[in-house]
């Protein structure tokens, strides 16, 4: 199967005032504008493509800004070479290379944009927009998208309102993020500038939420062309539907799919198939749904919570995860367990779309659960009660209890499952990823269920778990209260040193020492839930 560089090889010797622009170019200039243009010193305002990537090599500045860029240097040196070799687009003049960027260091308003323009005949030039580079800025501002306008859509706008300035024909593209800022830009200029934009190319790009455009997308569908992959999962976001998108096949699964160096194609244009992969349906449904389950306010504090964690283990680009190590791994989710509860239970509510569709809204909406969700003593009266549950069953009580837990999962999910087979006319293909997910449930209930120590172990690391949290939590709320000089309670302590003692004894407890230990975790449970109620009633009254 043939790539971008087939492609480049194949028609790099015809111009575009001989061979007309198509959707296989609008991904060669996606694939450069992700090149660091911007990085060379003194660069002209307008110079070749050709010359542009020379100077690029000849700083040692020659990289991709993809997530992927080490791993794929080889192919992406290639591309290069092809671009460079090839009169179609190596002769072109690249002007106006434009790029901003910030991060949450020095600002909670992070950008991440760039955008480049190509001359292509005297009457026509194409812009292309940068995707998502491999920082942590710019995976933020594309999590903001869920719930609010970000600083890279309006510099696209202005972008675009200063190319068209010249009155020249434009093109506009953009792959990922930039397919978004292309659609933005053209959303929000006047009419006037909207005539000039011949087509507009949106290769594997988010759409719009909701939420933040509830007046839904811009009206170009007579000039987008829009382009996924079989297993699409970023260009499916705020945009579940596919009809009118087409669908390119690609020698990656999954997620790397999004790669454009992926996708296939022939002299003609790109390689298509008839429908989406149920992978990516499954992934996209289940995204979809989570997002519908959760309001702009709490998605804004689960992106704000989870990077503000990210960037305070000193983690800036995508391949700083690869550096961390065990302890910085560690000190990682530390930081990430620490953050507010109301996020955690907004991440909660992902593994639950992916087992029970849009069927736990049903639930979640009702007053009552509403009304729980809300009160903080909640979660503390459950403790408490388990606490007390686990005081009088018998040995063995605590995997009795996630015996029960565990299969009322199981019961769930399956009785999910048949209901959406039901609901397909038992389309097999289509739910795959549905029926798979049930099928490793029931197995992993199955494997659990025969090996009881199994059980026990998972039982101690989630009980460990929980009251590490409780003692790293109050340990955050004992450093708070120093740093303003006020008097700590000392329940506080004692909160601290138990759930710390506890949690690290679980930890590392052989599975007979767990099912012994039933009535002390039981005991630990109800005085822990007693002194954090004690704690809350105490906040509440003070204020």
């Not at 811009?218 to 579940?240: E, N």
């Not at 702009?296 to 700083?320: C, H, K, M, W, Y």
């Not at 997910?437 to 101690?460: H, N």
Request: aromatic fraction near 10%; charged fraction near 20%.
């Amino acid at each position: 199967m043939a790539n971008l560089v087939d492609y480049i090889n194949w028609r790099g010797d015809l111009s575009f005032s001989g061979v007309s622009f198509n959707s296989l170019d609008s991904m060669v200039f996606c694939q450069l504008s992700y090149l660091p243009l911007e990085d060379l010193q003194g660069l002209p305002s307008s110079i070749t493509v050709r010359d542009a990537i020379e100077a690029l090599e000849d700083a040692g500045l020659m990289r991709t800004l993809t997530v992927d860029g080490e791993e794929k240097r080889t192919q992406y040196q290639s591309f290069c070479d092809a671009v460079k070799a090839s009169s179609r687009f190596g002769s072109l003049q690249v002007r106006d290379i434009r790029a901003s960027f910030r991060d949450s260091s020095e600002t909670k308003e992070e950008i991440q944009f760039a955008a480049m323009t190509f001359d292509l005949t005297p009457d026509l030039s194409c812009i292309a927009y940068r995707g998502t580079d491999d920082t942590l800025a710019g995976w933020k501002e594309d999590f903001r998208l869920s719930y609010t306008k970000v600083p890279a859509q309006e510099a696209a706008l202005s972008y675009f309102v200063h190319a068209a300035g010249n009155g020249r024909h434009l093109i506009i593209t953009g792959h990922s993020k930039g397919g978004n800022l292309a659609l933005y830009a053209c959303r929000y200029a006047d009419e006037k500038t909207l005539r000039l934009v011949d087509r507009i190319y949106a290769n594997d790009s988010p759409g719009f939420c909701r939420d933040v455009f509830p007046e839904g997308n811009p009206d170009v569908s007579g000039k987008l062309t829009r382009l996924i992959p079989s297993c699409s999962i970023v260009g499916r976001l705020f945009q579940p539907d596919v009809t009118g998108a087409v669908i390119v096949s690609s020698t990656a699964s999954g997620i790397a799919q999004h790669g454009l160096l992926t996708w296939q194609m022939d002299r003609t244009g790109p390689v298509t198939v008839s429908s989406t992969d149920p992978a990516g349906d499954f992934i996209a449904e289940t995204m979809a749904q989570w997002i519908d389950g959760v309001n702009p306010g709490e998605r804004e504090q689960f992106v704000d919570d989870v990077f503000g964690a990210l960037n305070r283990s000193g983690i800036r680009t995508v391949s700083d995860f690869e550096k961390l190590g065990p302890s910085g791994f560690a000190q990682l989710l530390a930081k990430i367990t620490g953050v507010r509860g109301s996020t955690v239970k907004t991440a909660a509510k992902l593994p639950l779309s992916a087992m029970f569709g849009s069927s736990w809204h049903r639930i979640a909406d009702r007053a009552f659960w509403k009304k729980a969700e809300g009160s903080p003593l909640v979660p503390w009266i459950l403790c408490l009660a388990l606490g007390v549950l686990l005081g009088v069953l018998p040995a063995g009580g605590i995997t009795a209890v996630m015996t029960a837990v565990l299969s009322l999962i199981v019961i769930l999910e399956i009785a999910y499952t048949v209901r959406v087979l039901m609901q397909s006319h038992f389309d097999l293909g289509a739910q795959r990823p549905q029926v798979l997910l049930c099928l490793g449930t029931i197995a992993t209930f199955d494997v659990l269920l025969i090996k009881q120590d199994a059980l026990a172990m998972l039982t101690s690391i989630l009980f460990a778990v929980l009251f590490l949290t409780f003692a790293y939590r109050s340990l955050c709320r004992l450093q708070e209260k120093k740093r303003a000089g006020k008097r700590f309670p000392l329940f506080d302590l004692v909160l601290t040193l138990v759930s710390a003692g506890y949690g690290g004894f679980l930890l590392f407890a052989s599975a007979e020492d767990v099912i012994n230990f039933d009535a002390l975790t039981g005991l630990m449970l109800i005085l822990v839930s007693i002194l954090q109620i004690i704690g809350l009633l105490r906040t509440k009254s003070s204020s």
